[in-house]
């Protein structure tokens, strides 16, 4: 049976006054910086040429400020920038280390003086470069402070350090303003990752290969329709004019585990009582290599950055079958390959392109025979070691053009694909299948032959997944119009399909 989801199709038109502007880039993947250029006398300078260079940067943004004094950078990938502002026979003002954070709109004036073109006014005071034109709520968590904070191995995990949001998985996941976990929207280098089915988050990034993680409460934008609680977007880390890389591992097992906690259940021999056990530990031990590699392609014309990482647990439980008393030890070792990379260009002065991927793919584990308190197992043994597991495949892909066609006019043009899915592999029964969803044993009236433990099955799965995909396609495409009458104003109108798809 096909699952599809009739495409949406969004017109939005947004004029924003006076003291407000419109953020440029959609799906939060980059920052604004823009400013007004004066000279001593406080009276505006049109046509200085002004940079932005940074190391997120290929290449150098230029812009040239208009008649108001006014220049524009409305997509820049978060950083420290330098800005500096030249004109003939004014002496170049620089401000340093403008640190832009993810879907941030900073402004920073310049002033010039009269004075050699050696000469350079470096600016270290005035007005605060935080920003004061956007409303919206929320968090930004940056390479530096994602570094040093308590984590857990997906990006996911460092947005808790932002108030208002806590992880309970009974709610399924991250609650952001108390909305449950399937309120939000999942967004990585601008792919829509949200899982199709429940609404938490389907695609995870290892915390070493992400560059900044923002998570916003209210105020977002019209592209991220349908998110009732916030919007948690990431991008990954890119790469420079100079390589770099890194190299490392993870790795933890039981025995760097405390004692194993108490887990109530229902009696397996009667299910009208409750209890608390303490079943014997697995052996396991986790493994996880990293690597991660950026550097330039062509220098300050296109960079490139890759990332891999595996990680591998294995599980391993030893058990004494209760149908033959025979004692066995069985082991689940799933294996997960994971590769991020992304390709960014310069490829003209006013143009640039980004191509973002992320590929990965799960070779299932086998199932492992339950365990009771004394070690002993109520498991079907002719059912071990098991002969069947689940196969998985999780990719996305995104396309990103930034024009700026002058200082009043920037588009945008963003198309992304989201599909994953799963098959199961191995040995599967011709016989009719019988299952046990709960334990029977307290009836005196059921024969002996027929009175089984809760998860008993007498053959292998008569059934199996063949394919289980489902897809997301996104095109995104808008256009921002600068204007000054009265005050700043920003014109923007936009169009966006999205197109989701389950099986056939």
């Given at each position: ?199 938490t988050s389907g695609k995870g ?207 945008n043009v963003t198309t992304t ?55 997301r396609l996104n095109l995104n ?28």
């Amino acid at each position: 049976m096909r699952r599809a989801i009739t495409p949406v199709v969004i017109l939005a038109v947004v004029s924003m006054f006076a003291a407000t502007a419109v953020r440029a880039a959609a799906q939060e993947q980059r920052g604004s910086i823009e400013g007004t250029v004066r000279d001593a006398s406080k009276a505006v300078m049109p046509g200085v040429v002004v940079e932005a260079r940074s190391p997120a940067l290929v290449g150098a943004q230029v812009a040239t400020t208009n008649e108001s004094g006014v220049f524009r950078f409305p997509a820049l990938r978060p950083g420290r920038y330098e800005i500096v502002a030249t004109l003939q026979g004014f002496s170049p003002a620089r401000v340093n280390n403008v640190a832009l954070e993810l879907g941030q709109l900073l402004r920073v004036d310049l002033t010039l003086t009269v004075g050699g073109v050696n000469e350079t006014v470096d600016v270290t005071g005035g007005a605060p470069l935080i920003d004061v034109k956007q409303n919206a709520a929320g968090a930004n968590v940056d390479r530096e402070i994602i570094e040093r904070i308590p984590k857990g191995r997906d990006f996911t995990s460092v947005v808790t350090s932002a108030p208002g949001i806590t992880d309970e998985a009974r709610n399924r996941g991250i609650q952001i303003d108390g909305a449950s976990g399937a309120d939000n929207r999942f967004m990585i280098d601008g792919v829509d990752t949200t899982n199709l089915l429940n609404g938490t988050s389907g695609k995870g990034v290892a915390p070493e290969f992400v560059q900044e993680v923002q998570v916003k409460a209210s105020g977002y934008n019209a592209e991220y329709r349908a998110a009732l609680g916030g919007v948690v977007s990431a991008i990954t880390k890119s790469g420079g004019n100079q390589f770099h890389g890194d190299l490392g591992f993870y790795t933890t097992n039981d025995s760097l585990y405390g004692d194993v906690r108490p887990t109530l259940r229902l009696n397996p021999t009667n299910q009208n009582l409750a209890e608390y056990v303490t079943t014997p530990p697995d052996d396991f031990t986790t493994w996880e290599p990293l690597l991660d590699l950026g550097g330039p392609i062509l220098r300050d014309r296109l960079w490139f950055f890759v990332g891999y990482n595996s990680p591998v647990t294995a599980t391993r439980r030893t058990v004494r079958f209760l149908d033959n008393n025979q004692t066995a030890t069985f082991e689940n070792k799933p294996i997960d390959r994971i590769v991020n990379w992304n390709v960014s260009s310069q490829l003209t002065p006013s143009l640039r392109g980004k191509f973002a991927a992320s590929n990965e793919r799960i070779t299932g584990g086998l199932a492992l025979p339950g365990i009771e308190v004394d070690g002993t197992s109520r498991s079907n043994s002719s059912l071990f070691p098991s002969k069947t597991r689940t196969d998985q495949f999780n990719d996305s892909y995104s396309g990103v053009l930034d024009w700026v066609a002058n200082s009043q006019t920037y588009v945008n043009v963003t198309t992304t694909y989201f599909t994953y899915g799963s098959h199961e592999e191995g040995e599967f029964s011709d016989s009719l299948r019988h299952t046990f969803q709960a334990s029977n044993l307290q009836f005196a009236e059921i024969p002996a032959a027929l009175k089984q433990a809760n998860g008993y099955a007498d053959f292998r799965s008569s059934s199996r997944i063949v394919k289980d995909d489902l897809n997301r396609l996104n095109l995104n495409a808008d256009i921002t119009r600068y204007g000054s009458w009265r005050g700043q104003h920003a014109l923007k109108a936009g169009l966006q399909i999205d197109r989701s798809a389950g099986p056939p």
